[in-house]
């Protein structure tokens, strides 16, 4: 059993630290379970000054030093005249954030710092030298390859304008990415095929496998009554996300009626702030159901009967798979939506409506095994050996000091 303990400070910029996103649910997930081992984390946050906080910020309160997001109007123009992206200028610091951080890090002598996406690249150039000065190792956590997502989001934006400018930031983005991937010796990943693309980016780092974290959660609450349909289909995420929203209506309007004309089902969306589009869809079939801004989704993964991840988009692993296999529920998906996950072999998957609702049938209907596809999950992501799996590569880093 491990007895030192780590002083680590989390350089993390999230767009949220609600238990909602994908990214903030392993982010949240993992530090609650290093904690847990008495290592001591500090966090560098980034937020709207009109932003509420967290249960995370309430919970860590001391150990947090929020940095205010700089004004978006401004980061945006200031992009267009540089080479620099714009996440560089939004997740800048000033003066008095400067010295403050910098006071952190003397005042605490580090053992660590870990580094978390692209967005974190302006705090590591400003504290670099001081770091190396105070000989404190630094690690890199890779949600996904920020480049390749927002470019799978331009792709999916309807809106022209947004679809230029995330093009552009995309291939900016790319540049800033493969420099700041290089400075490091420990890159940890939740995404095999992630792992590919860092190691063609930084051949003589570690490149360290860790599946993301997911806690079970019980609740007693009941979703609702939709019992006149034999097959309950659930798919859950932000709903004014683009990839989610072209995910859930590509199976609305594709797939669903291929699968009334063969069995009595209903398809369940969940999530956040639906988009007109999204309640549009309730509007137009019955079988379709809404339900927005819940504060849980196990009653829902309770009555489900299947998850579908209809993605289009492949960067990083997609947390509503992982949680969907922690219920023990089946999932029949898009390619895109198992890249990475290491059970991309052996979840159901179809790329056109027709395999796809195929697929749906036949996995309700009990044609499909998913028992070694949740023997296969449960070896991957095992709680307790993905921590000391990390931990064990932290306190390795730490002891070259």
Same mark, same amino acid.
């Given at each position: 059993?491990? @007895?030192?303990?780590l002083k680590?400070?989390?350089?993390v910029?999230? =767009?949220?630290?609600?238990?909602?996103?994908?990214?903030?649910?392993?982010? $949240?997930?993992?530090n609650?379970?290093l904690?847990?081992?008495?290592?001591?984390?500090?966090?560098?946050?980034?937020?709207?000054?009109?932003?509420?906080?967290?249960?995370?910020?309430?919970?860590?309160?001391?150990?947090?030093?929020?940095?205010?997001?700089?004004?978006?109007?401004?980061?945006?123009?200031?992009?267009?005249?540089?080479?620099? =992206?714009?996440?560089?200028?939004?997740?800048?610091?000033?003066?008095?954030?400067r010295?403050?951080?910098?006071?952190?890090?003397?005042?605490?002598?580090?053992?660590? #710092?870990?580094?978390?996406?692209?967005?974190?690249?302006?705090?590591?150039?400003?504290?670099?030298?001081e770091?190396?000065?105070?000989n404190?190792?630094?690690?890199?956590?890779?949600?996904?390859?920020d480049?390749?997502?927002?470019?799978? !989001?331009?792709?999916?934006?309807? !809106?022209? #304008?947004?679809?230029?400018? $995330? *093009?552009?930031?995309?291939?900016k983005?790319? $540049?800033?990415?493969?420099k700041?991937?290089?400075?490091?010796?420990?890159?940890?990943?939740?995404? =095999?095929?992630?792992?590919?693309?860092?190691r063609?980016?930084?051949?003589?780092?570690?490149?360290?496998?860790v599946?993301?974290?997911?806690?079970?959660?019980t609740?007693?609450?009941?979703?609702?009554?939709?019992?006149s349909?034999?097959?309950?289909?659930?798919?859950?995420?932000s709903? *004014?996300?683009?990839?989610?929203?072209?995910?859930?209506?590509?199976?609305? +309007?594709?797939?669903? =009626?291929?699968?009334?004309?063969k069995i009595?089902?209903?398809?369940?969306?969940?999530g956040?702030n639906p988009?007109? @589009?999204i309640?549009y869809?309730?509007?137009?079939?019955?079988?379709?159901f809404?339900?927005?801004?819940v504060d849980?989704?196990?009653?829902?993964?309770?009555?489900?009967?299947?998850?579908?991840?209809?993605?289009?988009?492949?960067?990083?692993?997609?947390?509503?798979?992982?949680e969907?296999?922690?219920?023990?529920?089946?999932? #029949?998906s898009r390619?895109?939506?198992?890249?990475? *996950?290491?059970?991309?072999?052996?979840?159901?998957?179809?790329?056109t409506?027709?395999?796809?609702?195929?697929?749906?049938?036949?996995?309700?209907?009990?044609?499909?095994?998913?028992?070694?596809?949740?023997?296969?999950?449960?070896e991957?992501?095992?709680? +307790?050996?993905?921590?000391l799996?990390?931990?064990?590569?932290?306190?390795?880093?730490?002891?070259?000091?």
């Open positions: 059993m491990n @007895e030192k303990k680590i400070l989390n350089v910029p999230l =767009p949220t630290y609600e238990p909602k996103d994908g990214g903030a649910i392993n982010f $949240l997930n993992r609650y379970l904690t847990e081992k008495n290592h001591v984390i500090d966090f560098l946050i980034f937020k709207e000054t009109a932003e509420n906080c967290s249960n995370f910020e309430i919970s860590f309160a001391d150990k947090i030093l929020t940095i205010k997001l700089k004004n978006k109007i401004k980061s945006i123009f200031k992009s267009f005249l540089s080479k620099k =992206p714009y996440i560089y200028f939004r997740h800048d610091l000033d003066k008095e954030e010295f403050k951080l910098s006071s952190l890090i003397k005042k605490n002598g580090y053992d660590i #710092v870990l580094f978390e996406t692209i967005r974190s690249y302006p705090v590591y150039e400003l504290i670099k030298e770091l190396r000065e105070m404190i190792p630094v690690a890199y956590f890779a949600h996904n390859i480049y390749i997502d927002v470019y799978n !989001n331009s792709k999916n934006s309807k !809106n022209l #304008v947004k679809k230029i400018f $995330l *093009s552009i930031e995309s291939f983005d790319k $540049l800033i990415e493969h700041f991937i290089k400075k490091f010796t420990l890159i940890f990943s939740i995404s =095999p095929m992630d792992i590919k693309i860092l063609n980016i930084n051949e003589d780092a570690r490149i360290v496998f599946p993301a974290i997911i806690n079970f959660f609740n007693k609450n009941k979703a609702c009554d939709i019992s349909h034999k097959y309950k289909i659930l798919f859950t995420g709903l *004014s996300y683009d990839p989610n929203i072209k995910a859930a209506v590509w199976f609305s +309007e594709k797939v669903m =009626p291929i699968l009334r004309q009595k089902t209903c398809f369940l969306i969940i956040r988009t007109r @589009e309640l869809l309730k509007k137009k079939y019955k079988d379709i809404i339900f927005a801004n849980s989704l196990t009653p829902f993964y309770e009555i489900a009967d299947l998850v579908v991840i209809p993605l289009f988009n492949n960067a990083g692993v997609k947390i509503k798979l992982i969907a296999l922690k219920y023990k529920k089946m999932v #029949v390619p895109e939506g198992v890249y990475g *996950s290491g059970l991309s072999e052996l979840i159901p998957k179809a790329d409506p027709t395999e796809f609702a195929i697929k749906c049938i036949n996995t309700l209907e009990g044609k499909i095994d998913f028992n070694p596809i949740w023997k296969k999950f449960d991957i992501y095992d709680n +307790e050996k993905i921590i799996d990390m931990e064990k590569e932290l306190l390795n880093l730490s002891s070259r000091k």
